[in-house]
């Protein structure tokens, strides 16, 4: 999965409309993501995803309504910046491809 692909599939979590216990998950899930890219594991990446898309099913359903609903809640700031943080990171990637021709995957957002 590219950086830019992760970007979108990130980008899309602010229009989700979730349960607390649901932005919960969100977090760890971002919490997962951030030290999978630091790693630099492709694969893994994809798995952590994989955790998103049943929340992210129930987000769009949710958005659809156009009405929030009890307990249905647009992204917390926490999680809102756990995703621009994410964001960040993957843009520098997208920035300078060079430096991971010469470094690798596993250099991926180690700067911080």
Avoid: F, Y
Avoid at 5 to 21: F, V
Avoid at 36 to 61: N, S
Avoid at 77 to 94: A, F, K, W
């Amino acid at each position: 999965m590219t950086p830019q692909q992760l970007i979108e599939r990130l980008e899309g979590i602010k229009d989700w409309r979730l349960t607390a216990q649901e932005w919960i998950a969100v977090g760890d899930v971002l919490d997962s993501l951030g030290a999978v890219l630091a790693e630099g594991d492709d694969a893994k990446a994809i798995l952590v995803l994989a955790r998103l898309e049943p929340l992210e099913r129930a987000g769009a359903a949710r958005r659809a309504l156009a009405r929030l609903g009890a307990g249905r809640t647009p992204i917390p700031p926490q999680q809102r910046e756990q995703r621009n943080h994410l964001i960040e990171r993957l843009t520098v990637d997208l920035r300078s491809p060079e430096d991971r021709s010469q470094g690798g995957c596993g250099d991926r957002g180690t700067a911080e």
